[in-house]
């Protein structure tokens, strides 16, 4: 019976448990994109005209525009208008538009996998003082214990 005992100490002794490793890995951050649309303001080119016009009175004076030249840029639209008769009139209206238009655009910013990198390992399992006591304990007890188990099973070998 004693032995019996002694062995299953034995075996409980060889078997105990042992925790888990924890393996800490780098967090990684994850990718995004994150797009925004906003409104961009975009510069328009100045815009100018010239006009010029050449009259004349005739014999019963009457005023005859004789020629008509004008330059203008892309964004102006103008119109001209000329009645002749006892008073004579030059009717010119013009458009412009505006200086500034904005135009939808969108904002992209993609964020790309990267690892995080720790400087310092940090230690998670740091055993207190007394838990470091009773493990050598524990070994010493351990060694004592093969050595009775020994001195027990030498007579028979």
């Given at each position: 019976m004693k032995q019996i005992l002694l062995f299953l100490v034995l075996i409980i002794s060889l078997v105990g448990c042992r925790t888990a490793k924890q393996i800490v890995q780098p967090p990684i951050l994850k990718?995004?994109?994150?797009?925004?649309?906003?409104?961009?303001?975009?510069?328009l080119p100045a815009d100018s005209s010239f006009i010029e016009a050449f009259f004349q009175c005739d014999s019963t004076n009457q005023v005859i525009m004789k020629a008509l030249n004008e330059e203008k840029t892309k964004r102006v639209n103008s119109q001209f208008?000329?009645?002749?008769?006892?008073?004579?009139?030059?009717?010119?209206?013009?458009?412009?538009?505006p200086d500034t238009v904005y135009i939808r655009g969108k904002d992209t910013?993609?964020?790309?996998?990267?690892?995080?990198?720790?400087?310092?390992?940090?230690?998670?399992?740091?055993?207190?003082?007394?838990?470091?006591?009773?493990?050598?304990?524990?070994?010493?007890?351990?060694?004592?214990?093969?050595?009775?188990?020994y001195k027990q099973i030498k007579p028979f070998i």
């Amino acid at each position: 019976m004693k032995q019996i005992l002694l062995f299953l100490v034995l075996i409980i002794s060889l078997v105990g448990c042992r925790t888990a490793k924890q393996i800490v890995q780098p967090p990684i951050l994850k990718d995004s994109i994150r797009i925004v649309e906003k409104l961009v303001a975009v510069q328009l080119p100045a815009d100018s005209s010239f006009i010029e016009a050449f009259f004349q009175c005739d014999s019963t004076n009457q005023v005859i525009m004789k020629a008509l030249n004008e330059e203008k840029t892309k964004r102006v639209n103008s119109q001209f208008k000329f009645t002749s008769g006892k008073v004579a009139r030059l009717d010119y209206k013009s458009k412009t538009q505006p200086d500034t238009v904005y135009i939808r655009g969108k904002d992209t910013t993609v964020y790309k996998d990267r690892p995080v990198y720790i400087d310092k390992p940090v230690i998670t399992n740091e055993l207190y003082w007394w838990q470091k006591g009773l493990m050598w304990c524990g070994a010493f007890f351990l060694v004592l214990l093969l050595i009775a188990i020994y001195k027990q099973i030498k007579p028979f070998i």
